[in-house]
């Protein structure tokens, strides 16, 4: 691992609030030293400090042009103090908190999303998680380069240690490897855990032997636990450490025994319930802020949140928060709040330190969908979650601080105490950090020595022990259960050691679409390679989960596409990345699968990429629901249906209907009943027969039906986008029989598949057809067809909007039929997109023009009661400042909905945050969906 021509071990906390670089000499006994980082201050200069804030700042032209001069391009992003200055006063230009999107499961965080909620910046100018962590990355190297690269010391020589959190998992371990690899790191980049970061840089200044037996014991005199509280901007993180006295050296014996799960509470949550608090006092009780607005209000009170805890005062202290005016609306008279120091500590006590008792636990909700953003827990109350982690855990006899939000003295003694009364009086030690902004990266470093050394280092193997599920179980009463899990990596699992599985008489399909789920777990620290668990709720999390298939190598026989016996091989590799594989136990199979398990996870893309959209295949069929002699009968039919020659006849014509009937025939079920698995494996067949549609408009109207019906909605299972592909060619080619008739098929077609589409493709549907929607004469297929695309440019979507609400009011007045552009409409305004991300969702200054332009009108009318359900999805409360509408106007369209009959029940979902179910995303989607394909939030 270390390099060869290393000089230098560098260690990089990659921080949610602030990042730092630290390094210690190869050569020699030093110590590690800080690197001082120049940033922008301001447009006045720069400066040099020992952080540098994890804010990216995309300036204006004005300020670009101001910082050209001085080495800043148009379109660079800046890294740092100025960053961080202008969260304030321009938030939809800052990106913050990038490392807390690294873990968030439901996002794709590699698609461009970031600024979170901005509508200052274009689509093409906002970037990605990964892609801002690899800036502030890059950042740092090239500051390294321009001190050291002269020397001979150049950066991609060094030996490189990157901390994360130690609840980070796999997928947020290796989006942080990428992220170096995009910064343009070289070689391999090792990850360290935080808190054990924060440990050796104690251990570098103190003796463990001597600090941690000072006083007397009432346990084993031998040995003692370390506690490491790491809150810093985005998470807690808590570590157990282990230490036993040695008696043929002088050092003790150190292990990692437990860590927390991983928990998005940080500096970040305190901002947020500071804005909370002091909102009413800016905008009143019975109104709020715009999203704008919130921003900047959250970007001062972090600025009020250290300055009111950083130093010590009176409680009547006041503290003042100020937003830049905006107009003559809610906050235009009154632009400044205060609080008070003993309303700030209250706040920060009573909400996020409270004292409770062993047994308490954090307060969970189990909603689909609590928010847009960032996936907060429930509970902000840091002291049940650390109750939670130190459940059945070893008396704790010191506790190691780190991070910013434990700076205040008022907190760490509130944690010491609290876990004093846990321990029936028994107060640990504090161990003293001097340097909690810098530990980490410092810890990292001296690691990176000790390393390079082969001197004694901490145990620490794999913080949570990994499982895959086994074919599951029918119970006596033939419910499904969930199915058992086998470990395969157990917890404490040392890097590099191979962990193999023979014995347990395990199968793999082959040759055919398997999926495999793993879940990792803190609480299974017993458990040992090959054994068999239960799944039990709140000790199990899963991680992306693996579909594919399983090809064999020139397998004949009985086996063939059949079930084939296998052992399973686990290890984390040098770098603290998880690596399985499938090993053939079959003599004549000398075959093995890695599982490279999916870290862009696709149950919920943010960015709204098909394949990466809302539909999850978790608990999804992976076998057509019909025997395999019928599946083949009905591809067979397919074929014979469409090599016959074109037949005028009425009674022999050829429709999809007539193909559907035959196959549900051969197939023995109704069409309702066919899943996902078999729809797809029917594609096939009919795609060999795409040039059949030259026959005759009967032989491509009815392929152009089936193709829609195969593929919708054209997402869910694997390899669908090869299948969009080469349906696409379809549009390529163009119609064979261009007509109305044809045409109308072709919308429908691509509105069923359109989540399957990319955002080229969305573009491309709509640019052919724009003259036409613009003409206000465009057929009703067209106008549903372009509601559906909801990954197109928002300026086409306001366009479109607006267009669609001229047409529909033009046709309303007249009491004509309207419906198609009222359910376009529907789609178009949506606070929550069917497959697409939140950065699709259009201004809620589009819903308003919406609103003004339907208002006087009767939306009880048959013609017009479509705008009810326009209004129930374009008013919805997504817990989004950028995307909800101002309360106002919500209360304006849930009164005129309730006079027009619509139930309480319904328009509270308008009125405040209800948690979306599958069957509002379900209603999204204007056909069924096939069984099988479940939509969540």
Not at 258 to 269: M, P, R, Y
Not at 564 to 570: D, F, H
Not at 578 to 597: G, K, N, Y
Not at 696 to 717: C, K, N, T, Y
Request: aromatic share 8%; glycine share 8%.
């Amino acid at each position: 691992m270390t390099k060869d021509r290393a000089r230098f071990a560098i260690g990089i906390d990659l921080g949610t609030t602030n990042s730092a670089l630290a390094f210690a000499p190869l050569v020699g006994e030093g110590a590690p030293e800080v690197l001082l980082v120049p940033q922008w201050e301001g447009l006045g200069g720069l400066t040099e400090k020992p952080t540098l804030p994890s804010f990216l700042y995309l300036p204006e032209e004005a300020v670009a042009a101001h910082l050209r001069g001085q080495g800043v391009g148009a379109g660079q992003w800046i890294v740092g103090l100025f960053a961080r200055m202008k969260a304030s006063e321009a938030p939809g230009r800052v990106v913050h908190s990038a490392k807390s999107w690294l873990c968030h499961h439901a996002a794709d965080r590699s698609e461009p999303f970031l600024p979170w909620g901005s509508t200052v910046l274009a689509g093409e100018q906002k970037i990605s998680p990964v892609r801002a962590s690899a800036l502030i990355l890059n950042y740092l190297r090239g500051i390294w380069n321009s001190r050291f690269a002269q020397a001979g010391f150049a950066f991609d020589d060094q030996d490189i240690t990157v901390t994360v959190p130690a609840s980070f998992d796999a997928a947020a371990q290796r989006l942080t490897i990428t992220a170096a690899e995009e910064a343009g790191f070289v070689g391999d980049v090792r990850l360290l855990e935080e808190p054990q970061a924060a440990f050796y840089c104690w251990l570098e200044s103190h003796d463990p032997a001597r600090e941690l037996w000072q006083r007397p014991d009432n346990g084993d005199a031998g040995l003692r636990h370390v506690l490491v509280i790491d809150i810093g901007g985005g998470t807690s993180d808590f570590s157990i450490f282990e230490v036993r006295l040695n008696e043929q050296t002088s050092d003790p014996d150190i292990r990692r025994v437990a860590v927390s799960e991983h928990t998005l509470l940080g500096g970040d949550n305190i901002d947020l319930a500071v804005a909370h608090f002091l909102e009413p006092r800016l905008a009143g009780a019975a109104s709020q802020l715009s999203g704008p607005q919130w921003d900047q209000l959250v970007a001062a009170c972090r600025h009020l949140k250290e300055q009111a805890l950083v130093a010590t005062g009176p409680p009547d202290e006041r503290f003042v928060v100020a937003l830049a005016g905006r107009g003559s609306g809610m906050v235009g008279g009154s632009q400044a709040a205060t609080a008070t120091r003993a309303e700030i500590e209250s706040l920060l006590l009573d909400g996020f330190f409270p004292f409770c008792d062993a047994a308490a636990r954090p307060y969970r909700t189990y909603a689909a969908l609590r928010e847009w953003g960032l996936p907060y827990p429930a509970d902000s109350a840091i002291t049940r979650h650390l109750a939670e982690f130190l459940n059945d855990r070893p008396r704790i006899d010191a506790v190691l601080f780190n991070g910013g939000s434990v700076r205040p003295s008022l907190l760490r003694q509130r944690l010491r105490e609290q876990i004093g009364g846990w321990q029936d009086g028994f107060v640990p030690q504090v161990l003293e950090n001097e340097e909690p902004d810098l530990a980490v990266a410092r810890g990292a470093a001296r690691f990176g020595a000790l390393l390079h050394h082969r001197s004694v280092r901490i145990a620490a193997g794999a913080a949570a022990a990994i499982f895959l599920e086994v074919e599951g179980i029918q119970a006596a009463d033939h419910q499904t259960v969930r199915p058992p899990l086998v470990c395969v990596l157990p917890q404490d699992a040392a890097p590099s050691q191979l962990f193999e599985i023979a014995d347990l008489g395990l199968k793999l399909r082959t040759d055919q679409l398997v999926r495999f789920q793993a879940y990792s777990s803190t609480r299974k620290s017993v458990s040992r390679t090959g054994d068999i668990v239960s799944w039990s709720e709140g000790e199990f999390h899963p991680l992306p989960p693996l579909q594919t298939i399983v090809r064999t190598a020139e397998l004949s026989g009985p086996e063939a596409g059949g079930m084939l016996p296998v052992g399973l091989t686990a290890r984390m590799n040098a770098l603290g990345l998880l690596q399985i594989s499938c090993v053939s136990a079959d003599p004549a199979v000398q075959q093995s699968w890695p599982l490279e398990f999916n870290m862009r996870e696709h149950i919920q893309g943010v960015a709204g990429a098909p394949g990466a959209g809302r539909t999850r295949e978790a608990n999804a069929p992976i076998e057509p629901n019909a025997s395999a002699d019928a599946l083949e009968a009905a591809r067979r039919q397919i074929g014979v249906v469409f090599t016959q020659p074109a037949n005028n006849s009425k009674k022999n014509k050829i429709t999809a209907a007539t193909i559907l009937k035959g196959m549900e025939h051969i197939l023995a079920s109704a069409r309702s009943e066919w899943n996902g698995p078999l729809l797809r494996a029917l594609w096939p067949a009919l795609e060999e027969r795409r040039d059949d549609r030259r026959r005759s408009a009967d032989h491509e109207e009815a392929w152009l039906i089936m193709a829609g019906f195969l593929l919708r909605p054209g997402f869910g299972l694997v390899r669908d986008d090869l299948r969009i592909d080469a349906l696409w060619r379809v549009h390529d080619d163009g119609p064979c029989f261009p007509g109305r008739r044809i045409k109308s098929q072709e919308y429908i077609l691509w509105r069923r598949v359109a989540a399957g589409l990319t955002r080229e493709r969305q573009t491309m549907l709509v640019a052919r057809e724009i003259d036409r929607i613009r003409s206000g004469r465009a057929p009703d297929e067209l106008v549903r067809l372009a509601g559906s695309l909801e990954l197109i440019h928002h300026d086409t979507k306001a366009e479109l909007v607006r267009c669609f609400c001229d047409t529909a009011v033009t046709l309303a007045r007249a009491k004509r039929h309207c419906t198609p552009y009222l359910a376009a409409l529907g789609l178009l305004l949506n606070r929550t997109p069917l497959y697409a991300g939140p950065e699709t969702v259009v201004s809620p200054d589009l819903v308003e023009h919406a609103y003004q332009a339907f208002q006087r009108f009767d939306w009880t009318t048959p013609e017009l009661l479509d705008l009810q359900i326009l209004f129930l999805r374009a008013a919805r409360v997504v817990d989004d400042r950028s995307l909800d509408l101002p309360m106002p106007l919500r209360g304006l369209i849930a009164s005129k909905l309730e006079k027009s009959g619509v139930p309480a029940l319904q328009t509270a979902k308008i009125k405040g945050f209800v948690p979306i179910g599958r069957s509002d995303r379900a209603s999204l989607y204007d056909d069924s969906l096939p069984t099988g394909l479940l939509l969540i939030a």
